[in-house]
Structures are given as structure tokens and as C-alpha cells.
């Protein structure tokens, strides 16, 4: 308990120094993407920056952010470590994988999101259409917002493996697809729906060839 107060409290104080940062003209981390959902809508209006350990995200509209060289392909791992921070809005976020053609109107990927009321849901994207693999589901692993300044840690993992794709939250397993049925190949990222206040610890990808890291650290004490 008293760790888990300690990386809160480490947190509130990072998010207080992020912020200050982004309003004072803090620019998108570099080579990174932010495509908004809808064209009445603006990136602009998507704030991610870099805030070691990871990034901290607040949205106005809902958005895929992306790095075009972060990818996974055959079998592999997506993993990653989030913190909510308090807002009134019921939405997702999480990650994508399998991403194509991702600055195009042809683009497509898979996303899995959790949100803060215990629920996960899995969808796909193809152009303008957005088939639903999992419906929105609760599941007793997610950590809910408790309400108030508190914030909700939570651990999303996809395991993408011969013959279906599971997603995880916490180390539970909460769903299955059929691998032929979606891409797992491509761009991996991240996808937070709108007006979400999060701060992303980690991203990674796990294969047989190693481990890549795609969130920036904590500089080394010297």
C-alpha cells in the first residue's frame, strides 16, 4: 500500500510539471502521430507529451497516436502499464495493433480499450467502418476509477500467437479472436477516445526477437 501511494503521489507531481510544460509550448514527442477520429475535429486539440516514465495524454476528441517505425509482426506481445486520472467522461482508451495505411482514408487497425467503469471492449477498424469484435464487457480484473483526485493502474496486454489473439488486463485473460480473423501485423500504438485525462507508463512489444520499449524513461540518478 504504502508503495502504491508513493508512485501516485510521484505521479500527481509529474502530471502537475507535465502540464505546466505542455501550456508553456511542450511540442509532441518526435516522429509520433496524432490522427483524430473525425475531420470536424483537430489534433491540435490532443495534448501527448513526453512526461519519463512514458507520456501523459488529455484529449479533446478521440485519436490514434503513433510512431510509423513502433511495429510487431508474427507472434508477439503488446503490453501496457496506464494511470487514470479523475475526469466526469465515460470513455476508452488503450492500445492499437496490426495498424495499415494509418495516415490514409484506407487506414486499419485492432484496438483494445478499457475504461473506468470495469469495462474492456475490442474493435477493429476498416476505412470509415468500425466492426465490433468484443461489445463492451465488464470484467472483475479491470481496476475501476474510485471517483474523487484518485487514479485506477491498470495493465493491458494483446498476445498474438499461432492460432488466436488474447487480451488481458492485470494478467487475467478477458478475451479471445480468432487470429485469421483480424491483421496482427503493423504499426503498434496507442488509441484514447475523447476527453480522457491518462498518463502511459509503458509500451512495449515482446517476440523471440527481444523485447522493444517504446515509452521514454526516467533519466538514471547520478
Known amino acids: ?65 503513433y510512431h510509423p517505425a513502433n511495429t510487431a509482426s508474427g507472434e508477439y506481445r503488446l503490453e501496457s502499464e496506464s494511470f487514470l486520472f479523475p475526469g466526469e467522461h465515460l470513455d476508452g482508451f488503450g492500445v492499437i495493433f496490426g495498424g ?56 493491458i496486454a494483446v498476445q498474438v500467437g499461432k492460432e488466436n489473439v488474447e487480451f488481458f488486463v492485470n494478467g487475467q485473460q478477458v478475451g479471445t479472436v480468432p487470429r485469421a480473423d483480424i491483421p496482427t501485423d503493423g504499426i503498434v500504438g496507442l488509441r484514447i477516445n475523447h476527453r480522457i485525462n491518462v498518463h502511459i507508463t509503458t509500451l512495449t512489444v515482446e517476440s523471440a526477437a527481444g523485447k522493444q520499449e517504446f515509452a521514454p524513461k526516467r533519466p538514471a540518478k547520478q
Open 1 to 65: 500500500m504504502k508503495n502504491r501511494i508513493l508512485v501516485v503521489v510521484g505521479l500527481v507531481v509529474l502530471l502537475a510539471a507535465g502540464l505546466s510544460a505542455q501550456q508553456s509550448g511542450e511540442e509532441l514527442p518526435a516522429g509520433w502521430i496524432v490522427r483524430v477520429d473525425r475531420a470536424n475535429t483537430s489534433a491540435a486539440d490532443v495534448k501527448f507529451w513526453n512526461m519519463p516514465p512514458g507520456w501523459h495524454a488529455t484529449t479533446g476528441p478521440s485519436a490514434i497516436l
Open 100 to 155: 495499415k495505411n494509418l495516415d490514409q482514408d484506407s487506414q486499419s487497425y485492432v484496438y483494445f480499450l478499457i475504461r473506468k467503469d470495469g469495462r474492456f471492449i475490442v474493435k477493429r477498424r476498416d476505412g470509415a467502418a468500425t466492426p465490433t469484435l468484443i461489445p463492451w464487457t465488464e470484467h472483475a480484473a479491470i481496476v475501476k476509477h474510485p471517483g474523487g483526485e484518485g487514479t485506477a493502474k491498470n495493465v
